[in-house]
Nanobody, 121 residues
Framework: QVQLVESGGGLVQAGGSLRLSCAAS????????MGWYRQAPGKQRELVAR???????NYADSVKGRFTISRDNAKNTVYLQMNSLKPEDTPVYYC???????????????WGQGTQVTVSS
């Protein structure tokens, strides 16, 4: 099994910055793509940013130029640097990862428990 533990959420004023972290642990053989989704109450979960094991990235149009995703493959950790935050960036952020565990060649998707980001106007 793989566990994803997120940290770094909190309350910030509009225009401020936050950095989210998500560390994968467990009986990991390899971690492929990692990324972040967010979900506001009553809305579908949406992709924020994604990064492959090779470092290729893609972003939601709403965050391009403001958010930067990065990862440390040695630590199986993904980061999301969020700058110029807006009130609409407020929802719960979820980390996800595609990973293989020891002794199992199947690639599975895993989710973190979510971390709340609140941007006040």
């Amino acid at each position: 099994q793989v566990q994803l533990v997120e940290s770094g959420g909190g309350l910030v004023q509009a225009g401020g910055s936050l950095r989210l972290s998500c560390a994968a642990s467990g009986s990991i053989f390899s971690v492929n793509a990692m990324g972040w989704y967010r979900q506001a109450p009553g809305k579908q979960r949406e992709l924020v940013a994604r990064i492959t094991s090779g470092g290729s990235t893609n972003y939601a149009d709403s965050v391009k130029g403001r958010f930067t995703i990065s990862r440390d493959n040695a630590k199986n950790t993904v980061y999301l640097q969020m700058n110029s935050l807006k009130p609409e960036d407020t929802p719960v952020y979820y980390c996800y990862a595609w990973a293989k565990t020891m002794g199992d060649p199947t690639l599975y998707g895993y989710w973190g428990q979510g971390t709340q980001v609140t941007v006040s106007s």
